[in-house]
């Protein structure tokens, strides 16, 4: 048994692409759908489907590639907050991914968002992970 699931998540759709599956099947939580919410939303993947079984469920996302030159759509997938260390930080002083170009994903008390939306609502939280 894993002791992280985010990134259990997050190593689950790096070995995916790196594989260069179409897609990829994922055990459910809460969080992880946020997270796959804020992928669909900001372009990194192309589809996702939430299954609800008895037990726990799971979550199919559908990997997005460009079409002529096969490169995936996600380039890094970085675990920033680990259970050992976690990362928080304030409204003003929120994670840039590549001066702007990437996202952080932050878990705030008002839920789990983008990095431009936690600043743009003035929330901090603790800083899941970088995406670009």
């Known amino acids: 048994?894993?002791?992280?699931?985010i990134s259990d998540y997050l190593t689950r759709v790096r070995n995916a692409i790196m594989a260069r599956k179409r897609v990829v099947e994922i055990p459910s939580?809460?969080?992880?759908?946020?997270?796959?919410?804020?992928?669909?939303?900001?372009?990194?993947?192309?589809?996702?489907?939430?299954?609800?079984?008895?037990?726990?469920?799971?979550?199919?996302?559908?990997?997005?590639?460009?079409?002529v030159t096969k490169i995936p759509a996600i380039k890094k997938l970085e675990r920033a907050s680990r259970p050992g260390l976690r990362q928080y930080a304030g409204g003003?002083?929120?994670?840039?991914?590549?001066?702007?170009l990437g996202v952080s994903?932050?878990?705030?008390?008002?839920?789990?968002?983008?990095?431009?939306?936690a600043r743009v609502q003035n929330v901090?939280?603790?800083?899941?992970c970088y995406v670009y």
């Open 105 to 117: 994903i932050i878990s705030t008390s008002q839920g789990v968002m983008t990095d431009k939306e």
């Open 29 to 67: 939580s809460n969080i992880k759908k946020e997270i796959t919410k804020i992928l669909m939303d900001k372009g990194y993947i192309l589809n996702y489907k939430f299954e609800e079984n008895e037990i726990q469920g799971s979550i199919k996302i559908a990997l997005k590639y460009h079409p």
């Open 92 to 100: 003003k002083e929120l994670p840039r991914v590549l001066n702007g």
């Open 1 to 5: 048994m894993y002791s992280d699931p």
């Open 124 to 128: 901090g939280g603790e800083v899941l």
